[in-house]
């Protein structure tokens, strides 16, 4: 098999793969959850500010336990993420195959509920029954939220469309139909809820969501966790957008459970009075790794290759696609660049847009691994927050600082390869401006 | 009037052409409704429309898009003339799907 059709096949699979229902609802599905973390960041934001003698000043003005209601926020977005998955994906799922989907939602969501443990042990060995406990509801609880409500989906929709369920005469109103009609579906999820608890029960003595955690969770978690986990990350994202598909999308999509799941962790070490920087305990690669420091000015650190455009190129074409493509780009949209210059399927750009993520993760992780900049606990920036700002938000300026790193990276290693790029068009352009010049100037023929 | 649904990863970039496609239709005073939206709100948001058009970067969504919204023309924006923003053009396409 050659390099190009073993290249083909891998994108048809990444395509299939993307297309596959349950993968599509578990990424329209989590970015529900978007909304939520994003305002739970901004309070966390206001109450851990990165830098130097926030707490101290904040503490002085309003007293000490000052954070305490920003943190009732953030926890009450935070730490019902599982929770939200559940919702999201089920919704989602249940959506785009036409069924009941908040019906379903909240089947799966009760479904979710009777999995996990419904009592907690207190510090002095009391068992408190009558609660939710917050430690399986929140990130830790991702994966089993991910698993319940693909399966509560599947059976929901299954049996609305063989039509399994109670049937009202004609006459008796939609609503009151549509609720009887759950009733079966919704006693079949349940059920194999209620006897999975049991199974594991009896089996481990153990919930699903615990097992779930150590067995499948966790690997998870620590693969991603690595510097090769980051650099499969970034190179698999930037290999698909070359080939026109929104890679960040489709990797993302799969990828963010985890990765938040891995912030989430970092949050809950912070929240046990641990310190971050230089812990074995805290992850590296989270979200805001794969999503902020790799993707200055959009997939590929393009910002990079508009700077190197402004800086090295003379073609009208290069000039005007960076002209067009620079306000967007500063808020991290990069289309008209990936398709207007092209980028997509151009030879000389693949080694640099695949390239400068790559080495970008690769300095972030040091700069995080030598204790330069603190591991990314909760607080999250939007995806359009431009490039340095993002950066200090999310790790001070240490965070500017190393984001402004990755963008210099970005100019030097694009340079090299605007130029080439720019003298093809230059060439080109010149060679229509002749060819014009010949049509319209028959005597110069001669 | 004509209504063109335009839907890509989560609707930004699509919407910056949606501008330059409603700037477009103004300058031929052709009367029309265009609008951008996320992939994911595609039933929700474009199954009353007379066209779909997709961003090159999800164009492999066609397939499934097209089944969620039966009856109405679905079909992938040229990169070249998504990634130059070109309005015009970009209507021109959408017109000549609508057979318009």
């Known amino acids: 098999m050659g390099k190009s059709e073993l290249f083909n096949k891998f994108m048809e699979y990444m395509v299939r793969f993307a297309s596959i229902k349950s993968v599509v609802a578990l990424k329209d599905g989590f970015i529900l959850t978007l909304p939520l973390t994003l305002v739970g960041s901004a309070f966390l934001l206001v109450a851990c500010f990165p830098i130097a003698g926030w707490g101290a000043l904040m503490s002085s003005l309003f007293g000490p336990d000052w954070a305490a209601p920003l943190f009732q926020v953030s926890g009450a977005t935070f730490n019902i993420l599982a929770i939200l998955s559940v919702l999201g994906i089920t919704y989602k799922y249940c959506e785009a195959e036409g069924c009941d989907a908040i019906t379903a939602a909240l089947l799966a969501l009760a479904a979710f509920l009777t999995l996990i443990k419904g009592s907690v042990v207190a510090k002095s060995g009391e068992v408190v029954g009558g609660v939710i406990p917050g430690q399986w509801v929140g990130g830790n609880g991702v994966i089993t939220a991910i698993i319940v409500a693909l399966v509560s989906s599947w059976i929901f929709c299954y049996c609305e469309k063989h039509k399994i369920g109670l049937k009202m005469p004609e006459g008796v109103p939609t609503g009151v139909a549509k609720a009887f009609a759950a009733l079966v579906p919704g006693f079949f999820i349940l059920l194999a809820a209620c006897v999975l608890y049991i199974l594991c029960n009896v089996i481990t003595s153990k919930t699903l969501p615990e097992m779930v955690f150590v067995l499948l969770q966790t690997p998870l978690q620590n693969l991603t966790d690595t510097l090769v986990g980051g650099i499969i990350i970034a190179g698999v994202q930037s290999i698909l957008f070359w080939a026109g598909i929104h890679g960040p999308n489709i990797v993302g999509g799969v990828m963010n459970p985890i990765l938040m799941a891995n912030a989430l962790d970092n949050q809950a070490l912070l929240d046990a009075g641990q310190s971050l920087v230089g812990n074995p305990q805290a992850k590296i690669i989270t979200q805001q790794v794969t999503d902020v420091f790799i993707k200055g000015g959009g997939c590929g650190l393009t910002l990079g290759f508009l700077i190197a455009a402004f800086l090295g190129a003379k073609s009208a074409q290069m000039k005007s696609i960076s002209r067009l493509a620079f306000v967007p780009g500063l808020f991290n949209i990069n289309e008209p660049i990936i398709f207007g210059l092209p980028i997509v399927f151009n030879p000389y750009f693949l080694i640099p847009f695949v390239g400068v993520p790559v080495l970008a993760i690769i300095l972030t992780y040091f700069a995080i691994a030598v204790g330069f900049l603190t591991p990314f606990a909760a607080v999250q920036v939007p995806w359009t927050t431009p490039p340095v700002i993002a950066g200090f938000l999310l790790g001070g300026w240490q965070g500017a600082l190393v984001q402004l790193g990755t963008i210099v990276l970005s100019v030097v290693c694009y340079f090299p390869f605007v130029r080439i790029q720019d003298k093809i068009y230059c060439k080109e352009e010149k060679q229509a401006a002749q060819d014009e010049q010949a049509a319209t100037d028959p005597v110069g023929q001669n | ?100």
């Open chain 2, 1 to 100: 009037m004509k209504k063109i649904i335009l839907l890509c990863a989560s609707g930004m970039s699509t919407s910056m052409l949606v501008k330059k496609m409603q700037e477009a239709a103004e300058a031929a005073s052709y009367e029309c409704e265009i609008a951008a939206f996320s992939a994911s709100e595609a039933t929700t948001k474009a199954a009353d429309a007379d066209v779909v058009l997709l961003g090159p970067q999800i164009r492999f969504s066609k397939g499934k898009i097209s089944e969620q919204l039966p009856g109405v023309p679905v079909d992938a924006i040229d990169m070249r003339m998504y990634g130059c923003m070109d309005g015009a053009g970009v209507l021109a396409f959408a017109r000549k799907i609508m057979k318009d």
